[in-house]
């Protein structure tokens, strides 16, 4: 079973937090079509969060068609995201890795990796609107 | 519907101080509602006058709609309560306390209770006083959830046990709302934790209600301003709390997301622990004091 987790540093709601490990896992298939999540008293009990919180990401996650509820089963996941082959996150993060580690010897530390990521993104995105 | 209200309660202990004065407000049904405040702010004081412990001074409370009265506790059927520490009949063995809540309750379920104390590991002809703290704890829920209360009260629960039976305790009670329609009203210092299991608040300061509210819309409805140092006269809306420095200062005011910002100012959200602390951290206020 699908298990998830709390970071209670991140300042990130937990609602949040749940939604987006769920949508996490399906991107890099930890979750596949049919596979059922945690009942909410399940993972309410698990994290010790208010049981309100777990069913308010369940019903978040079904407006965004990510799960389904099935009566009387429980909460299954029907995998509505593009999900790309292992092989090529694989390859990608191989690649990723490298570029951080000459990114950190070139001096440069992680907000400014992010920075330079998030431009680079916005560049491109741009980009793309032009085009 | 709510499940308790308070209309102007207050409470004085013979011709001394009041405990508790002007309080209002309505907790809303199903809910998981954290009761905060210093020691002495009156927590438990509120917790026993909702629960018919206590009798008000002045001011009302009603259960569900229907208004407490101590000449008749009908109504107490639908209220659970936790004392603070979890006191038991030590030397109860914990099938003796189960068989003391049925012959006390018309509505006990104790196949629930067993099933329950049989997943947690306890034994039920151990004596309650040679229980660990945390297993005390756990019968002491147990028991107060077995008789299918719809409010359940508890004052600051978990606050003797250790971080594991901590854990433990929080996550059967978590469990034991996902089950229910269960309202909880908990007092508790672990502010920290408050954001994951609580989404209602009530603060209390010096014997008056400071602050109350969904934690959603709490949160929402604040923020923090940094920017350069104001002029001191200045006043600013909604002020709670601010922190200078030589040229920079940081407010935590009380105004919604949608209000613009100077450009002056950068605007950040609060955690609601912050914001807690602040709140509870406030100079008296002229009226409060008395």
């Known amino acids: 079973m699908f298990a998830f987790r709390l970071d209670t540093r991140s300042g990130v709601p937990t609602y949040l937090q749940l939604v987006e490990q769920v949508r996490h896992g399906l991107l890099l298939g930890y979750l596949q079509d049919g596979d059922q999540l945690p009942t909410v008293r399940d993972v309410a009990a698990a994290l010790v969060v208010n049981p309100n919180t777990v069913a308010k990401a369940y019903r978040e996650l079904e407006r965004a068609g990510l799960v389904a509820p099935r009566a009387g089963q429980g909460t299954f996941v029907t995998g509505n995201v593009d999900r790309v082959p292992a092989a090529t996150y694989a390859k990608l993060s191989a690649r990723l890795r490298a570029w951080v580690n000459a990114a950190r010897e070139a001096g440069l530390g992680p907000d400014q990796v992010r920075a330079l990521v998030t431009a680079i993104l916005d560049e491109d995105r741009s980009k793309a609107r032009a085009a | 519907m709510t499940a308790l209200r308070v209309e102007g309660l207050g409470k004085r202990y013979g011709r001394g101080t009041w405990a508790l004065r002007e309080c209002t407000f309505d907790l809303p049904q199903g809910r998981i509602i954290g009761l905060v405040g210093a020691n002495g702010a009156g927590k438990t004081t509120l917790l026993h006058l909702a629960i018919g412990l206590l009798s008000p001074t002045e001011g009302s409370v009603f259960l569900f709609g229907r208004p407490l009265r101590m000449d008749r506790p009908a109504g107490l059927a639908e209220v659970g309560f936790v004392a603070q520490d979890h006191p038991l009949y030590r030397g109860f063995t914990v099938a003796d306390l189960l068989h003391f809540g049925r012959s006390m309750n018309r509505r ?18 151990r004596r309650a006083g040679r229980l660990s703290g945390g297993q005390q704890a756990q019968v002491a829920l147990t028991l107060a959830l077995a008789k299918q209360p719809r409010l359940l009260v508890l004052d600051e629960p978990a606050a003797s046990l250790d971080p594991l039976a901590r854990r433990e305790f929080m996550s059967t009670l978590m469990g034991a709302v996902a089950d229910s329609e269960l309202t909880v009203l908990l007092s508790s210092h672990a502010i920290g934790e408050l954001e994951r299991v609580c ?16 934690t959603d819309e709490l949160v929402a409805g604040h923020r923090v301003l940094s920017g350069p140092r104001p002029d001191a006269n200045a006043a600013m809306q909604g002020l709670v709390a601010a922190t200078h420095g030589p040229r920079q200062s940081h407010l935590l005011v009380r105004q919604p997301v949608t209000v613009p910002v100077h450009p002056h100012w950068e605007a950040n959200p609060v955690s609601l622990e912050e914001l807690v602390l602040a709140y509870l951290a406030q100079p008296e206020t002229k009226e409060g004091r008395d």
């Open chain 2, 108 to 125: 006990f379920d104790e196949t629930t209770a067993r099933k329950r104390l049989a997943e947690l590991g306890i034994p039920l002809d």
């Open chain 2, 199 to 214: 989404d209602h608040l009530v603060l209390l300061r010096k014997g008056r209600m400071c602050l109350a509210g969904d």
